[in-house]
C-alpha cells in the first residue's frame, strides 16, 4: 500500500494522527505500508509518487496537495494500480474516504450560530469574518458549503470574506486585513480549521477580543484555545474511524471486489463517509480518552485550571 501524505506542517494532523493510525491497521492487516510525506511540495508529491510506482503498488491511497493529486491518479490507474482519494478529493480516483465534509461545515457554522447566542448577540446583526480552507482543497468549497447551509439559514451575513488558504500564518496575516477592514468591529470568525484559528485568536488577544471562532481537527492548540473559551469548539474527526473505512475499501478492492457506497461526488466517485464529532469543552477529555490527544500536551500552565474544571487528565 502506498501512501502520499501531504504536508507535516505543525498545527496539521497528517504526522501525529494519521501516519501511525494508517501504518498500524495496514501492516495489522497485512499489508507492506509505504508512508511518505510531500512536505507542502507538489514537485516533490509527484518524485514521491514515481518512487512508489517504480517499486510496484497494490494500492495507492493518496491526500491530495494543490492538486498534485490528479496527475499521480492518471498514472496509477494506467498501471492498473486502484487510487483511493483520502481525506480530499481526487479526479479519477476510485473511491473518496473522507469524514462527511458537509457536515462539519454545518458543525462550524452552528458554532458561530450557538457562540453568538451564548454571547446574546443578534446573528443578523452580528459582524461576522468568513475564512475558509484552500480552493485548491476541493474539500474546503464543502466545508464552507456546509456552514453557509447553516448561517444563511439563520440570517447571519459575512462582514467581510477573506481569501482561502490552509496555511496558519497567511491566514493570520489575511485576518489582520479583515480586522482592519472592518475597522476592529468583529462579533465571530468563521474558520475553517484550528490551525488558521490559533492564528487568527492570536489577533483577537492581542486587541483584546473574545469572539466566536469556529475549527476543526482536534488539535492540540485548538483543544487549548476550547478549553480557555477563545474558540467555540472544533470538529473531532478520529483518525482511526477514517483508516478503517479506507481499510475496508482496500480489502474489497485488493480482493478485486466492489466496495458498495450509499453516497457519491457530484463527478460520481464513490464516496464512503464517516461521521465527524463536534467539541466543545466537555468533551476535550474525551479527544484525550480516545487517545488522540495528550493531557499532558493540552495542559500546560495556562491551560491548567481549564483542564481542572472540564476534566482532562
Not at 119 to 136: C, E, L, N, V
Not at 251 to 279: M, R
Amino acid at each position: 500500500a502506498c501512501v502520499i501524505l501531504p504536508d507535516a506542517d505543525s498545527g496539521t494532523r497528517w504526522e501525529p494522527g494519521d501516519r501511525p493510525a494508517l501504518e498500524s491497521a495496514l501492516t495489522a492487516a497485512g499489508y507492506e505500508a509505504d508512508i511518505q510525506n510531500a512536505q507542502s511540495d507538489t514537485a516533490k508529491y509527484a518524485t514521491i509518487a514515481d518512487q512508489q510506482l517504480s517499486k510496484g503498488c497494490g494500492v495507492m491511497i493518496l491526500v491530495d496537495y494543490q492538486g498534485a493529486g490528479a496527475s499521480v491518479t492518471e498514472k496509477a490507474k494506467a498501471q492498473g494500480i486502484p487510487v483511493i482519494a483520502y481525506d480530499r478529493p481526487i479526479a479519477g480516483a476510485d473511491y473518496y474516504v473522507s469524514f462527511d465534509n458537509e457536515v462539519v461545515g454545518q458543525m462550524q457554522g452552528q458554532m458561530i450560530v450557538d457562540g453568538l447566542a451564548a454571547a446574546g448577540k443578534d446573528i443578523t446583526k452580528a459582524s461576522i469574518i468568513y475564512s475558509s480552507g484552500d480552493p485548491a482543497d476541493g474539500n474546503a468549497a464543502m466545508f464552507l458549503k456546509g456552514a453557509l447551509s447553516v448561517l444563511d439559514a439563520a440570517g447571519a451575513k459575512a462582514a467581510f470574506t477573506m481569501e482561502g488558504t490552509w496555511d496558519g500564518a497567511k491566514a493570520g496575516t489575511l485576518f489582520e486585513q479583515a480586522f482592519t477592514a472592518v475597522k476592529g468591529k468583529v462579533d465571530a470568525v468563521l474558520a475553517p480549521n484550528d490551525n488558521n484559528a490559533a492564528s487568527i485568536i492570536a489577533i483577537l488577544d492581542k486587541n483584546k477580543l473574545t469572539v466566536p471562532v469556529s475549527g476543526q481537527d482536534a488539535s492540540v492548540a485548538g483543544l487549548q484555545n476550547v478549553l480557555l473559551g477563545k474558540q467555540t469548539a472544533t470538529v473531532y474527526k478520529p483518525f482511526q474511524l477514517e483508516v478503517a473505512a479506507a481499510l475496508a475499501v482496500i480489502k474489497e478492492v485488493l480482493a478485486g471486489k466492489t466496495y458498495a457506497t450509499d453516497k457519491t461526488l457530484d463527478d460520481g466517485t464513490p464516496y464512503v463517509h464517516v461521521d465527524p464529532v463536534s467539541v466543545g469543552a466537555d468533551k476535550v477529555k474525551d479527544v484525550v480518552a480516545d487517545g488522540n490527544a495528550a493531557a499532558a500536551d493540552i495542559c500546560t500552565a495556562a491551560v491548567a485550571a481549564a483542564c481542572e474544571k472540564y476534566g482532562v487528565k
